[in-house]
Nanobody, 121 residues
Framework: VQLQASGEGLVQTGGSRRLSCVAS????????MGWFRQAPGKEREFVAG????????YYADSVKGRFTISRDNAKNTVYLQMNSLKPEDTAVYYC???????????????WGKGTQVTVSS
């Protein structure tokens, strides 16, 4: 599975941004999908995840209520809708795929290249 994330940009505090991640290769609908982020000088952290069927979602406490993850298996795409953005959301965002149930960065099976989101204060 190859993953390509998009949605890079500069957003003002309080604004919104939607990230997309398109998968190529077989079996997209058999993978749980996640979004992670990495800010300068920090470790990569889990942001949000969605089960293979899209019915179950998971969020880091820091984004709960502001971010929404969703997927469209017909389009091999997973989305991250980010609202009420804060400067501390500034990071490179990565999408990833996993067949297991762990959301640890070390446990993901495939990674896309990151896309930069910068939130200005």
């Amino acid at each position: 599975v190859q993953l390509q994330a998009s949605g890079e940009g500069l957003v003002q505090t309080g604004g919104s941004r939607r990230l997309s991640c398109v998968a190529s290769g077989p079996g997209f609908s058999t993978y749980a999908m996640g979004w992670f982020r990495q800010a300068p000088g920090k470790e990569r952290e889990f942001v949000a995840g969605v089960s293979w069927g899209g019915r179950t979602t998971y969020y880091a406490d820091s984004v709960k209520g502001r971010f929404t993850i969703s997927r469209d298996n017909a389009k091999n795409t997973v989305y991250l809708q980010m609202n009420s953005l804060k400067p501390e959301d500034t990071a490179v965002y990565y999408c990833a795929a996993v067949r297991g149930s762990s959301w640890s960065p070390g446990g993901m099976d495939y990674w896309g290249k990151g896309t930069q989101v910068t939130v200005s204060s």
